[in-house]
């Protein structure tokens, strides 16, 4: 069973930056793709970022691809977003989820899919204030 644990939320000044934490146990192959997503209140789940442990490729949301950038340490078994220029419009809870490679199913689209990911965090508050 893969455990996911988000950290490093917090509030912050518009401009300013955090680096959210997330720590996968139980990593098998059922969990090679790690994605962040955020929900603000009154909205939709939205795609940020999401990459592979056993790969090179990202893949980032358009309205976060210039400030926000996923990475992976994986003898930490840990993935991380770094938030740069961070906005108002960014404070939201944010997610980190995980799931089996599903391209050969789905192309390689379906990285910002939340209902294609197996695995969810409990998830972090990022406030930014103006």
């Known amino acids: 069973q893969v455990q996911l644990v988000e950290s490093g939320g917090g509030l912050v000044q518009a401009g300013g930056s955090l680096r959210l934490s997330c720590a996968a146990s139980?990593?098998?192959?059922?969990?090679?793709?790690m994605g962040w997503f955020r929900q603000a209140p009154g909205k939709e789940r939205e795609f940020v970022a999401a990459?592979?442990?056993?790969?090179?490729?990202?893949y980032s949301a358009d309205s976060v691809k210039d400030r926000f950038t996923i990475s992976r340490d994986n003898a930490r078994n840990t993935v991380y977003l770094q938030m740069n220029s961070l906005k108002p419009e960014d404070t939201a809870v944010y997610y980190c989820?995980?799931?089996?490679?599903?391209?050969?199913?789905?192309?390689?689209?379906?990285?910002?899919?939340?209902?294609?990911?197996?695995?969810w965090g409990q998830g972090t508050q990022v406030t930014v204030s103006s």
């Open positions: 989820a995980a799931a089996p490679d599903r391209s050969f199913l789905y192309g390689s689209s379906w990285y910002g899919e939340g209902t294609k990911y197996d695995y």
């Open positions: 139980g990593r098998t192959a059922s969990s090679d793709v």
């Open positions: 990459l592979r442990w056993s790969g090179a490729m990202t």
